[in-house]
């Protein structure tokens, strides 16, 4: 703002310099973000609290009417709105306000100027807001002006909108203009109060509405979850002209909400993929790609649900059967139509000059087992260059094709000051998400994949042990303990550093014991199993066989990891068919599968056939601690879902469902 100008005017200059609509002059990635998703998405204070402030900030408004000059620089409001901002007790407020204006009808047109006052020549957000609320009672045609050029800017559409109900004339329609004319989180406000009764309304929220670059996935929720757009799904007939919106729409809802029934959304999926053959582009294929994993997902609820309730599934056998059918059918339609050359040369295109999310663009590549090579993904990462679903499709998916490609890549984009911040004792509970948080995620995932996968990389380990993160500091140490024999001489030295300013006392000690020259005489064994099967994670459906313990610990070198484990961690089982001992042992190991010791001889007999079978068990360490005698663990059969194998690349996947194929689908 110029020579303390007031926002109102700020806006209005701006508009003038920067013509149309919505207004360019706002960043619509954080204009009203705070507000409107505390709003939307936050409990917010106790009710009791908000009204509270609503009656004490009443309080100081009936005091203000009386003053003329005083109004903006008042200390009192000023002090009360740096500490309570008008969000989390707007709706409060206002109906104090309405209250106040029935009872006291002397009060109205000091209110209304006081509105008009803050409104228009106040010059901190706080104050426009408190403006916005009170013009809304008072439905003249200056206000209605002023509401619409405040109400454009993202930052105080959603005051705008609650503050006209009840009270302005054809609140719908003036909702519905919002809507069209702003963007990001302005947008949401408008949308989500926003009743599309009319087929203009409802052809726009379906066609233009939903479209967005960072709110896709929320307007498209926001856009199933009405009524009468879900009626205008049904009866809107899908058609080359409107085939790409649908297919937006598909790749951007959740359709795992209340809002349709499974049957319902089943038919609005068949409805698109028997006009598949208008599909053409990537966002068409984005939403191909997602209707098979949503068959996929609904199938293995179903079957998770049977698994459970297998004397329900008798009773209404006949039903679970049809529905099971049905997803067959659609997966392989799917599959069928995506089985084309051209698929891949149109993901090539996105990847090179991307307009949909990146969850979107993993997703495609996911299905069709596609592996770029790194440089071409350089479009994709310049949007956010420390994306969590790049990170998964990097690090978590194929980390052993892009392990060397993310460590060069990382070593260019990450400030070397980030090596010099002071170091956390513990690793931060629910993080805010930020630029540095990212960086520590891809970090904890990078020393996570040297672990699993055996990879090493000196430089990274060097860097990680002086990294401010303690959890970065805690997966580099353990790296540097798996690969002792590779170290330099300068690893030596970078620990001796580290130990001296290491302020957690448990990281402090392995650092020690690093350093500590090893033993001949007395080493027990420190060895590393070959995993042969992904990382583990639990799931409910996933069955107890028994409680047992960890045979054997005494004989391991437990020291180093011991600090790393804790009661609930789940531990591998790995088959050791050629022991020269028991020709039935089950080696016990940590996830990155450092051994721990072994099932006890006289459990073994029956898991050891179960694992010969195929069948992936696993353990959960009940124990506080590892380095103690006979650890107690419980050991899990893990039921799993049918695997989707993947075919040749670029051609997608096949799910081999349980029934056999009884007929070829188009």
Known sequence: MENNESIFDTICRMRDEQPGLPYRFQDERTAGQKDVLYVLASEGI????????????????????????????????????????????????????????????????????????????????????????????????????????????????????????????????????????????GKLAAMFLLKPV??????????????????????????????????????????????????????????????????????????????????????????????????????????????????????????????????????????????????????????????????????????????????????????????????????????????????EYLEAILNPDLYTLPLETEEPDNPSVTDLMRADEWLLRLFEVMSEKRKYNEAWCIRGIHYRHAGVRKKAVQVLQQHRKKWSDQVKHELQIALEKEPNIKLKRQIDRLLQPENPKNQKESRYLKMKQPPLSHAHTDKELLHTYIAGTQFHELSGVADFLKQGDLLQLVREADNAYDANAIAVATQAGYMLGYVPRSENPVLAKLIDAEERLYAILESPTVEMERPKITIVLKRTFFQAQPTEQGQGIILPFPPPKKKKYE
């Not at 306000?97 to 106040?122: D, F, K, N």
């Not at 598949?276 to 966002?283: E, H, L």
């Open 46 to 185: 106790p009710f009791w609290r908000k009204e509270d402030l609503a009656k004490e900030c009443c309080g100081i408004l009936k005091d203000l009417v009386h003053k003329e000059e005083a109004i903006l620089t008042d200390p009192v409001l000023r002090h009360f709105l740096e500490h309570y901002p008008i969000c989390s007790y707007f709706l409060e407020l206002r109906e104090r306000v309405r209250i106040t204006l029935e009872a006291e009808s002397g009060a109205r047109e000091r209110l209304y100027h006081l509105g008009m006052r803050l409104a228009r020549s106040g010059t901190d957000p706080e104050q426009v807001k408190l403006g916005i609320i009170l013009l809304g009672f008072f439905p003249y045609d200056t206000t209605k002006q002023i509401m619409r050029t405040l109400g454009y800017h993202s930052e105080y559409t959603l005051y705008v909108l609650e503050s006209i109900q009840y009270v302005f004339p054809l609140q719908n329609n003036f909702i519905f203009e919002l809507a069209k004319q702003t963007v990001g989180y």
């Open 198 to 407: 009319t087929w203009e309304q409802q052809h726009w929220m379906m066609h233009e509405g939903i479209k967005s670059d960072f709110l896709a996935n929320i307007y498209a929720n926001l856009c199933i979850q009405k009524t009468d757009m879900r009626a205008y799904f049904k009866k809107t007939e899908i058609t080359a002209a409107n085939f790409t919106d649908f297919a937006y729409l598909i790749c951007y809802a959740d359709y795992n909400n209340d809002s349709l029934t499974l049957d319902a959304q089943l038919d609005f999926l068949y409805k698109f993929i028997d006009k598949r053959d208008y599909a053409a582009s990537f966002i068409d294929l984005g939403a191909l790609v997602s209707i098979w994993y949503q068959a996929v997902d609904f199938w293995q609820q179903d079957y998770d649900f049977i698994s459970q309730n297998e004397t329900k599934y008798r009773r209404t056998k006949t039903m679970w059967d049809t529905r099971i059918a049905r997803y067959e059918k659609l997966v392989h339609k799917v599959e069928s139509f995506l089985h084309q050359p051209k698929w891949r040369h149109i993901v090539y295109q996105e990847i090179s000059a991307p307009k949909e999310s990146d969850s979107l663009i993993m997703k495609v590549l996911v299905y069709l087992n596609m592996h770029p090579d790194f440089p071409a993904f350089m479009e994709v990462l310049s949007r956010q260059p420390l994306g969590f679903n790049m990170l998964d499709f990097f690090l978590k998916i194929n980390p052993e094709l892009y392990f060397d490609d993310v460590c």
